[in-house]
């Protein structure tokens, strides 16, 4: 009798994409019974929490050309509801998705999966807008369990990926449920009120000048905590010390920033201010025959006398008011029994 023998490694092969097919092909042929509930995904965000965070990080189509040995590949758009695109790792599978215009990924990626009957690296591509790679990672896909799990993958870049491409691990199988961009471009996620990937802070809004700026990145003068949402202060550069304005200046804080105005008898723009000189520029207001002398922020006058009936006050000479109870100028009411000297009550 002539024995045929065969390969092991091709009986191998065989029976591995003869249970991944029908692996895959299983789910679609079940029907739920009346009143049964879909077990809730691990990890995966309810509708609800999706629409709160105001963008969606979901795959938002299949790229033409780009699926190679996968089945039902448009069932990995969208959230994860338990409908899976089946990756036949065996004949090199590929599926590359559109996360979407305007959506672009900022940071990793998470996948949610199911069905796997061996543990799975798979590759993952980062792509921009013209399909060029950015970068490239791997996702771990360790749990063999029922139910759809989910792994994420690491994205360093700052350049935003527009597209994914998975590809299959060596002689594997796995069904693919969906893809989550996690950090999101400003378009798609800044003012949602939770800090992603690439943003200095989220106060539920993209509004500018309240701290939080429109590509959520912390405004000048501001300081912000927390990120669910992000809460932002103005700094007080007067009151802590790290205004730059003149010693010369005053400051006063202003949302944000400071402005600094350089005292009366000084100049300048505030943070610097020059000395005036009245007694230069002729400013001054002493009297003929004084001499005027300039000091910081101001002059004095020295010298010079008033001649009678006039008394001094101050730099002035000021007439006596025929009021002997009056001072004049001098703003000095006497009282009867005193009399006003050079602004002075004094007895007579």
Not at 22 to 47: I, K, N, R, T
Not at 164 to 181: I, T
Request: hydrophobic share 30%; with cysteine.
């Amino acid at each position: 009798m002539k024995v045929i023998r065969v390969a092991p490694m091709r009986r191998w092969l065989s029976a591995v994409l003869v249970s991944g097919m029908l692996g895959a092909c299983g789910p679609e042929l079940e029907q739920e019974s009346p009143g049964s509930e879909a077990a809730p995904v691990e990890g995966a965000q309810s509708p609800d929490a999706v629409s709160a965070m105001g963008g969606d990080r979901y795959a938002n189509a299949v790229v033409q050309g780009g699926v190679v040995a996968v089945l039902n590949p448009n069932n990995a758009v969208g959230a994860p509801d338990g409908n899976v695109a089946t990756f036949v790792g065996l004949l090199g599978g590929a599926l590359v998705l559109d996360m979407g215009r305007g959506e672009e990924g900022t940071g990793p990626l998470r996948i949610y999966y199911q069905g796997l009957s061996l543990a799975v690296i798979a590759k993952v591509e980062f792509l921009r807008a013209d399909m060029s790679i950015i970068s490239t990672g791997q996702a771990n896909l360790l749990d063999l369990g029922l139910g759809t799990h989910s792994a994420l993958v690491p994205f360093s870049s700052t350049t935003p990926y527009r597209y994914v491409r998975l590809r299959s691990g060596v002689a594997s199988l796995y069904s693919l449920d969906a893809v989550e961009a996690t950090g999101s471009g400003a378009g798609a996620t800044c003012g949602d009120g939770r800090v992603s990937h690439g943003e200095q802070c989220d106060d539920g809004n993209r509004a500018q000048g309240d701290g939080c700026g429109s590509t959520c990145q912390v405004e000048p003068g501001f300081s912000c905590q927390g990120t669910q949402p992000s809460i932002c202060q103005d700094v007080n550069e007067c009151a802590n010390g790290t205004a730059q304005c003149s010693v010369n200046a005053v400051c006063t804080n202003t949302p944000g920033s400071y402005v600094c105005t350089c005292r009366p008898g000084y100049s300048g723009n505030g943070f610097t201010c020059t000395d005036i000189d009245e007694c230069a520029n002729g400013t001054d207001t002493c009297l003929p025959g004084q001499q005027c002398v300039n000091t910081p922020g101001g002059f004095e006058c020295a010298g010079g006398a008033c001649t009678p009936p006039q008394v001094q006050c101050g730099a002035q000479c000021v007439n006596v008011s025929s009021d002997p109870n009056n001072c004049g100028a001098c703003g000095v009411v006497c009282p009867v029994s005193k009399h006003c000297w050079e602004g002075t009550c004094v007895l007579p």
